[in-house]
């Protein structure tokens, strides 16, 4: 276990006491990218801050490495941080800030050479070893923080939002010379984020954070596919929500009928009980529509029918806005595989289709 | 792109010409707004210092004033002594000591200015906002008070029957009042307490620039405390140390309230010299000597430090 957070509670003194983080467990594994993902305000950066030693914990646990370092300070701490905005020292070039680490490790100055030297090709900086940092752009300053913490070998990496003062473009870049880096280096990634799409494409576990409380932890691909609350299904990704009670018919599967009557099968639930009231949610991209003269596939799915409403042409895609009988409205999310033609006019009547499990049923919590 | 006024433009000039912005073609108005400052220092900075610099090289006349006929005499004055039998040259020191006094007081109020106020700028500068501005203005305060005044109560608090004398022998520390004034400490101590805001001011407006997330970087790549200060904090405070002490050197160095009230008057500083010679000596010539001998020393440091910043600024500095 490379570092275990226990019961963390944080709560800075003054206005409200609210605490920012309140019974955080998380077990983060040796080489592993783990991610906190959540809205601004949440708590990830003050969890992050807690780990590197920035913060102290109200309460709570933290052991690094099989030590418990709640009190010590972030220079005696064997974990490295970059930092938002960098925090380049912009009165020492590139080498000698990549330098630093290992100086104030008092190593000898052959292997800071060698060290700096070594790193600075990882980050494909060499060329630029002299400059000083306000000479470089924005992605040359986030490789220079990377190369600045990594090269003291850290046993783990602290990255807090690094790639959000990047432009779309450059930050899709540096996406993947992350990943590639943690795989090349071995060495465990901390990411804190507030971007789903970041977290999806990166990590290989994430925690969804929410008001000082981890919501769910897990693979991408369960965060996404499988989220157990209303918070993580509206925040990772786009989603349906359609609030209405849960259906249990002996021995039958599970089906949902919505606030305004029009009914829904369910292939998956977080909770059993008959008639309970919770949500029905269906990702748009998981349903097709068919016009309502060509027949249905639904295979066993939902059978509903609707009005095309609205809709959102975005290159790869186009969104419907598909008005239900009954009065709700949902989204569909299609490809547009088709060279040309196969959309839907607003006005035309269709079919939705949708796989068995498609449609999940979670607790209505807010 | 130029800013020539040529002759059709300035007759043709209307409201488009004094629009002010660095496009205005003919005559900007920003140049207009330089106008009365121009004129302030011209009339009252260029013409004394040209009077002051001409009266140097001047005879003086028996009760003040200046007789014109041209005499390196007052400089010569400075580092000689001439006999008065068969005017012979010898080498004096006297003035060259005052001199050397007055700098190496100058140099210790400064540093003692830049102990005391290095600190203060830094605990303000981490302040929250509101109190950053009280203390600030807690700083700016005795301005509010001539510095005449100001040194009298330092007088107040340090004589034989003054403030601390009486608190340390009321309670029977001190049986006989301790002297503190009339020596050098006095002084600097007068000097550090008259020019103090002008150390803190410059350096709590650089601190204030200095970002947090520099020291927590260092301290996260390993630096201990003292290292976090060296590596950090100082290279990005130098140009505000550079201000600060000028800001104080150049005022100590000219005092002369300060050793006629708390020096006892006993103790000359080339303030106060030449204050004598255009009083009670009557040597205007040497009074404005000396005062250009100052005036260069103060220009020589100043060139140092506008050297030594801009060697900052070639390194990478802001």
Sequence with gaps: ?366 | MTYSTSGSDSRMLNARHLRPGPRGRSFPLSRLLMLPTIAVIGFFLVVPLGIIVTYSFLEPATFGGVVWSFSPEAYIQFLFERDIFDDTLAFNTAYLQIFLRSVSLAVAATLVSLMIGFPTAYFIATRPERQKNILIFLITLPFWTNLLIRTFCVLLILRDDGLINTVLMGLHIYEKPVTYLYNNTAMAAGLVYSYLPFMILPLYANLERLDKGLIEAAYDLYAKPWRVFTEVVLPHARPGIIAGSLLVFVPSLGTFLVPDMLGGGGRLLIGNLIQLQFGSSRNWPFGAALAVILLAAILLVLMLAASRSRSVNVQGGH
């Design chain 1, 1 to 366: 276990m490379t570092i275990e957070l226990k019961g963390i509670q944080k709560v800075f003194p003054g206005a409200g006491a609210q605490p920012v983080l309140d019974g955080v467990d998380l077990q983060i594994q040796d080489n592993e990218f783990f991610t906190l993902l959540g809205p601004s305000g949440c708590g990830k950066t003050t969890l992050l801050r807690l780990i590197a030693g920035f913060e102290r914990p109200t309460a709570g646990s933290i052991v690094l490495f099989g030590k418990r370092v709640e009190g010590t300070p972030p220079n005696e701490r064997p974990v490295n941080t970059v930092f938002q905005h960098y925090a380049l020292f912009p009165h020492q070039t590139v080498a000698r800030n990549v330098g630093f680490g290992l100086r104030m490790l008092r190593r000898p100055a052959e292997e800071i050479d060698r060290e700096v030297g070594r790193m600075l090709e990882l980050v494909r900086l060499g060329a630029l070893a002299d400059r000083f940092p306000h000479q470089l752009s924005g992605g040359q300053q986030q490789r220079v923080a990377l190369a600045r913490a990594l090269v003291t070998s850290p046993r783990a990496l602290l990255l807090d939002e690094p790639l959000s003062a990047l432009d779309s473009k450059l930050r899709d870049e540096m996406r993947v010379e992350l990943k590639t880096l943690q795989r090349e280096t071995g060495i465990t990634f901390i990411f804190v984020t507030h971007d789903q799409g970041e977290a999806l494409a990166m990590s290989d576990r994430i925690a969804v954070l929410r008001e000082g409380r981890i919501e769910q932890m897990g693979v991408p691909d369960d965060i996404y596919e499988r989220p157990r609350t209303r918070f993580v299904a509206q925040f990772v990704g786009d989603m349906n929500v359609f609030e209405g009670r849960l259906i249990k018919p002996p021995g039958g599967p599970f089906a949902f009928r919505t606030r305004s009557g029009a009914i829904l099968p369910i292939a998956e639930s977080t909770r059993q009980d008959d008639n309970a009231e919770m949500l029905a949610v269906v990702r748009p991209e998981k349903i097709r529509l068919a016009l309502a003269e060509t027949g249905d596939d639904s295979q066993g799915g939902p059978r509903l029918s609707g009005v095309v409403s609205n809709k959102l042409y975005l290159g790869t895609d186009t969104v419907y806005f598909v008005d239900l009988p009954h009065g709700e409205t949902l989204r569909a999310r299609m490809q547009n595989a088709a060279v040309s033609g196969d959309s839907f006019e607003i006005g035309a009547s269709v079919l939705v289709n949708a796989d068995k499990g498609a449609f999940r049923a979670v607790d209505r919590r807010p």
